[in-house]
T-cell receptor
Framework: AQKVTQAQTEISVVEKEDVTLDCVYE???????LFWYKQPPSGELVFLIR????DEQNEISGRYSWNFQKSTSSFNFTITASQVVDSAVYFC?????????????WGAGTKLIIKP | EAQVTQNPRYLITVTGKKLTVTCSQN?????MSWYRQDPGLGLRQIYY???????DKGDVPEGYKVSRKEKRNFPLILESPSPNQTSLYFC????????????FGQGTRLTVV
């Protein structure tokens, strides 16, 4: 069973629109970490945010905001007033305390296209 | 500048010809890992290392080897590459295994024909 689900394969919006990328996760751990990474067309992976399971406060960083809801096992990412430079593939990932191989479990990614 | 350096960035090879993808980090991180990225699958861990001389399998280790003789280097070895190993590979390092930000290399796009 997939542990991190990013149901939106691709989203296309016009510049300046707000857009939300969904992430639903599955875990039996009480201690876990959630991450978002950005992969621009150049291919590198850029860390955006880390959130631990005990901190449900939403976070805002400039035009980016994250909504963590344990009740729905979701960690959604919103870009406000999108820009062309936001075009990228965005990955949500999960790290569980009980996993023995210490890995990040990744969603399949959402490709975001911002049209000028 | 803190970075993870992978080489080469692009590689086309033939089936069965041994190859090594190098990975080096300058942050004195203990934890390093290798992932492969395939369309629709996200990233999957191949191998990881918690410190020098300590390595273990991830989810998709078949056909790969690694070594960790020095803290900064973590090469990925394909002894006999096959076409199903055509993929985008990433090396990552972090201070700790689970709850810290991972730094990724630029990626190596490998094609096996």
């Amino acid at each position: 069973a997939q542990k991190v689900t990013q149901a939106q394969t691709e989203i296309s919006v016009v510049e300046k629109e707000d857009v939300t990328l969904d992430c639903v996760y599955e875990t039996r751990d009480t201690t876990y970490y959630l991450f978002w990474y950005k992969q621009p067309p150049s291919g590198e992976l850029v860390f955006l945010i880390r959130r631990n399971s005990f901190d449900e406060q939403n976070e805002i960083s400039g035009r980016y905001s994250w909504n963590f809801q344990k009740s729905t096992s979701s960690f959604n990412f919103t870009i406000t007033a999108s820009q062309v430079v936001d075009s990228a593939v965005y990955f949500c990932a999960l790290s569980e305390a009980l996993r023995s191989n210490y890995q990040l479990i990744w969603g399949a990614g959402t490709k975001l296209i911002i049209k000028p | 500048e803190a970075q993870v350096t992978q080489n080469p960035r692009y590689l086309i090879t033939v089936t069965g010809k041994k190859l090594t993808v190098t990975c080096s980090q300058n942050m004195n991180h203990e934890y390093m890992s290798w992932y492969r990225q395939d369309p629709g699958l996200g990233l999957r861990q191949i191998y990881y290392s918690m410190n020098v001389e300590v390595t273990d399998k991830g989810d998709v280790p078949e056909g790969y080897k690694v070594s960790r003789k020095e803290k900064r280097n973590f090469p990925l070895i394909l002894e006999s590459p096959s076409p199903n190993q055509t993929s985008l590979y990433f090396c990552a390092s972090s201070r700790g295994p689970m709850n810290t930000e991972a730094f990724f290399g630029q990626g190596t796009r490998l094609t096996v024909v």
